[in-house]
Nanobody
Framework: VQLQASGGGLVQTGGSLRLSCAAT????????MGWFRQAPGKEREFVAA???????FYADSVKGRFTISRDNSKNTLYLQMNSLKPEDTAAYYC???????????????????WGQGTQVTVSS
């Protein structure tokens, strides 16, 4: 099973990026999937998650600017990031749960599968 994240890059403050996470090896149509990020010297933190029936959850720091979505037909998760700020600079990781557990969306230890990370850098 692999999660392949892509779409990161360098963008100016106020710009936008769209991250993608393609899953291979199994489907996650009935599993919570999410995005986390990690800045240098900081712990990995929750960004957004999406329930398999469509509910979405966001960290307060990105609410109103980021949108998580998924295309089950393509087994792919997305993160649309608008109005980017320098403090959004980090490596972004997609993650998926191996079971139908839908508790504690922000707890990274409950995610069983992780992508390799894609770097997002926002210049001021």
């Amino acid at each position: 099973v692999q999660l392949q994240a892509s779409g990161g890059g360098l963008v100016q403050t106020g710009g936008s990026l769209r991250l993608s996470c393609a899953a291979t090896g199994r489907t996650f149509n009935n599993n919570v999937m999410g995005w986390f990020r990690q800045a240098p010297g900081k712990e990995r933190e929750f960004v957004a998650a999406m329930h398999w029936v469509g509910g979405t959850f966001y960290a307060d720091s990105v609410k109103g600017r980021f949108t998580i979505s998924r295309d089950n037909s393509k087994n792919t998760l997305y993160l649309q990031m608008n109005s980017l700020k320098p403090e959004d600079t980090a490596a972004y990781y997609c993650a998926a749960r191996g079971s139908r557990d839908d508790s504690s969306y922000a707890r990274r230890t409950l995610y069983n599968y992780w992508g390799q990370g894609t770097q997002v850098t926002v210049s001021s």
